[in-house]
């Protein structure tokens, strides 16, 4: 089994920063591209940023030059460091790794299962 847990969600004022992290456990052989999705209140989950296993970035429009994900391959952890938050930002932060068990198992998607992050204005 693999597992994704988040940490790093919180309280933050308008302008502050958060750091999040995921750490991968389990029956992992290797992880694919990482990312990180949020989900606000009344809204559709999106793609916030998302990182290849090479280091290739992307981000939603709305959190580019604000947010930066990085990832630590040898501790299977993605992170994502947001800076400016704006209230807007508020959501549940979820956690998402493309998976491969083992050698001969196809690759799977995983999802932790989310961080809360509340802006305040």
């Known amino acids: 089994q693999v597992q994704l847990v988040e940490s790093g969600g919180g309280l933050v004022q308008a302008g502050g920063s958060l750091r999040l992290s995921c750490a991968a456990s389990?029956?992992?052989?290797?992880?694919?591209?990482m990312g990180w999705f949020r989900q606000a209140p009344g809204k559709q989950r999106e793609l916030v940023a998302a990182?290849?296993?090479?280091?290739?970035?992307n981000y939603a429009d709305s959190v580019k030059g604000r947010f930066t994900i990085s990832r630590d391959n040898a501790k299977n952890t993605v992170y994502l460091q947001m800076n400016s938050l704006k209230p807007e930002d508020t959501a549940v932060y979820y956690c998402n790794a493309a998976v491969v068990a083992g050698p001969i198992s196809p690759g799977a998607d995983y999802w932790g299962k989310g961080t809360l992050v509340t802006v305040s204005s």
């Open positions: 990182i290849t296993s090479g280091g290739s970035t």
């Open positions: 389990g029956s992992i052989f290797s992880i694919g591209a």
